[in-house]
């Protein structure tokens, strides 16, 4: 059951109370032998402690519905500060994860860029072999061409 309807069967089992102890006092006087200035002074006393008894309730009711109420708040700044807490442990952890994530593909961007580079100067390199290559059997061509005139 939750608080809320526990509040209002606490609410209506005093209502009840109340209601059934003014009427039972009531009816008891109403019954009992009794002359009429008796009658009236009875109902007069009954009523006086039906009003006290109901007065002492609301007081319980109050201090009850504060007790409750301070539950409450505590409970909310409770989760609150646990809520803020998490927050922030989880936006520290994606900014870290996040850093970590952004310095690894730095680092493989880089590192392609280096294997870009030696690629690079390796084929650089093979083009000047092959133009040394190409320049020397042009020579050579040259040169028998120029001896056979």
């Known amino acids: 059951m939750s608080n809320e309807q526990e509040n209002v069967s606490t609410k209506d089992f005093l209502i009840g109370t109340v209601i059934g102890a003014t009427l039972g006092a009531s009816l008891a006087l109403l019954f009992a032998p009794k002359s009429g ?3 009236r002074g009875d109902i007069t006393v009954g009523a006086q402690k039906a009003v006290t008894k109901a007065n002492e309730w609301k ?12 539950k409450a708040v505590l409970a909310g700044s409770d989760l609150k500060q646990k809520a803020a807490t998490k ?13 970590e994530l952004k310095d690894a593909a ?26 040394e ?5 042009a020579k050579e061509i040259d040169n028998k061409e120029q001896r056979e005139q």
């Open 37 to 39: 200035r008796e009658l």
């Open 59 to 70: 007081k319980t009711a109050q201090v009850k519905g504060i007790e409750l109420k301070d």
């Open 87 to 99: 927050t922030s442990e989880l936006t520290q952890a994606v900014t870290t994860k996040s850093k």
């Open 106 to 131: 730095t680092s493989k961007v880089q590192n392609l860029r280096n294997k870009d580079n030696e690629a690079m100067e390796e084929i650089e390199e093979q083009v000047e072999k092959v133009a």
């Open 133 to 137: 290559k190409i320049d020397k059997v």
